[in-house]
C-alpha cells in the first residue's frame, strides 16, 4: 500500500498564495511518486485546487463534511458538493473541530458514514489530550473514538483513512516520538483487525507536528502509513521534503 502524505491547510492561505504553494509542490513532484498526495485548503478554495491540479496526481480534499445531505443548514458543505467540484477525501474530526465546534464521536461517526455513502473518503481523526495522556488514558480514548466510527460506517471500514493526531502534538512543536506514535498505531491497527477483512487496505496517517525534520523515523514505523500534515504543508520545500521521507 503506498503511504499518503496529506497536507491540512486549515483556515490559510489565499488565492494568490494557494496557487503559489500548489505550483510549487506540482513543479517539486516528479520522480516522487511512489506515495500519495493530498491537500485539503478551506472549503471555498477546494474548487480552485481541484482546477490548479488537473492532470496532476494530487488529490483534493474538504476540511470537514456535513452529516446531511442537503436542505436547510447554514453553512454547511456535503459530500456531494465536495464530490461535484473534484474533491475525493474530506478530514473528518479533527481535534480543533470536536473542541470548538463541540463535535462528538458519534457525530464524528456519522459524518464518515455521510462521506463514505456519497464517494468521499474520510480521513478520520483520533488522538488524546495531553491530559488523558498524563492519565494513562491514551489506548482507551483513542479506542472508544475509532469504536464510534467502526460503528457507524459498518462493513466499510476497509475504506477509512484513518489519523492518529495526539492533541498536544498539534501545532505545538512537540511531536510524538515514532516510539510513542508507532504504540498507538499498532493499538489502532489491531482494533481495524477486528472489525474488517482487509485490513490492509487502511492507511493510518501519523499527525501532529509532523516536518521536514521528524518525518522520515515517524514514516518508517512499521504501522505509519503516512501523515497528515498542519503547518508544514504550507511550506513548499518542507511538504516536499515530507513527500520524499514517504518515498520508502
Ligand atoms: P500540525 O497540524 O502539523 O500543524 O501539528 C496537524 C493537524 O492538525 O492535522
Same mark, same amino acid.
Request: aromatic letters at 4%.
Given at each position: ?48 485546487? %481541484? ?15 456535513? %452529516? ?7 453553512? /454547511? ?81 476497509? /475504506? ?18 515514532? /516510539? ?6 499498532? %493499538? ?13 487496505? %487502511? ?46
Amino acid at each position: 500500500m503506498k503511504k499518503l502524505i496529506a497536507g491540512n491547510w486549515k483556515m490559510n492561505g489565499d488565492s494568490a498564495s494557494n496557487a503559489e504553494l500548489l505550483a510549487g509542490i506540482v513543479a517539486g513532484l516528479p520522480g516522487l511518486d511512489a506515495c500519495d498526495v493530498l491537500v485539503c485548503p478551506p472549503s471555498v478554495y477546494v474548487a480552485s485546487a %481541484v482546477t490548479a491540479l488537473a492532470g496532476q496526481s494530487v488529490a483534493v480534499g474538504g476540511q470537514d463534511v456535513s %452529516v446531511q445531505v442537503k436542505g436547510a443548514y447554514t453553512g /454547511e458543505v456535503s459530500a456531494d458538493m465536495l464530490r461535484d467540484v473534484g474533491a475525493t477525501y474530506a478530514i473528518v474530526g479533527h481535534s480543533e473541530r470536536r473542541q470548538y465546534h463541540g463535535e462528538t464521536d458519534a457525530l464524528v461517526g456519522e459524518k464518515a458514514q455521510a462521506a463514505l455513502a456519497h464517494g468521499i473518503t474520510p480521513v478520520v481523526c483520533i488522538g488524546e489530550t495531553l491530559a488523558q495522556r498524563e492519565a494513562g488514558e491514551t489506548n482507551a480514548v483513542v479506542k472508544r473514538q475509532l469504536a464510534a466510527v467502526i460503528h457507524a460506517v459498518g462493513h466499510c471500514v476497509s /475504506e477509512l483513512v484513518l489519523a492518529y493526531e495526539p492533541v498536544w502534538a498539534i501545532g505545538t512543536g512537540q511531536t510524538a516520538t515514532p /516510539e510513542q506514535a508507532q504504540a498507538v498505531h499498532a %493499538v489502532i491497527r489491531a482494533q481495524i483487525a477486528a472489525a474488517t477483512e482487509h485490513p490492509e487496505r %487502511v492507511r493510518i496517517l501519523y499527525g501532529g507536528s509532523m516536518n521536514a525534520a521528524n518525518a522520515t523515523q515517524l514514516l518508517a514505523q512499521p504501522d505509519i502509513d503516512g501523515g497528515l500534515i498542519g503547518g508544514a504543508s504550507l511550506k513548499v520545500a518542507d511538504f516536499l521534503t515530507i513527500i520524499r521521507a514517504a518515498q520508502g
